[in-house]
């Protein structure tokens, strides 16, 4: 279902393979690797990368296709206020004591605490 979500808002995005990959920084043979599906588990931060710049968030690569619009919060993000920031993030990390300063989340951390994040926006959302 991801692919066909990312394929999706490259569509809607009006951008080629190589203009994305000019105004994001990623590899062009990044991303024809991972449009085409040739990608069976892209990294993490790569994928981030992509839906943010997009105007999404990785829930969305989620979604059933009817469903997959931009996301306000990504789309329109204000420092501070819909999101945190990945440095704001470490910060609260380093300040709990679970990582070091200047320590990097692996991407399997970072794959964990996304899954954990999703629970909660599923959990609350749902009026619990």
């Known amino acids: 279902m991801w692919l066909e979500n990312l394929k ?3 569509e ?3 951008m080629t393979t190589r203009e994305i990959s000019e105004k994001s920084g990623i590899p062009e043979p990044t991303l024809e ?6 990608t069976k ?19 969305d690569l989620d979604k059933k296709e009817e469903n997959t619009e931009k996301s306000s919060s990504t789309a329109e993000a204000v420092p501070g206020e819909d999101h945190i920031s990945m440095e704001e993030s470490n910060q609260l990390l380093v300040a709990l004591g679970l990582i070091k300063e200047g320590e990097d989340l692996s991407d399997d951390d970072l794959a964990f605490l996304e899954h954990i994040i999703g629970l909660l926006d599923a959990w609350f959302r749902k009026g619990h």
Request: charged share 25%.
């Open 8 to 10: 999706l808002m490259k």
């Open 12 to 14: 809607k995005s009006g």
């Open 33 to 38: 690797k991972l449009f085409a599906g040739a």
């Open 41 to 59: 588990e892209p990294k993490l931060k790569t994928m981030q990368q992509l839906v943010h710049f997009l105007g999404y968030t990785l829930e």
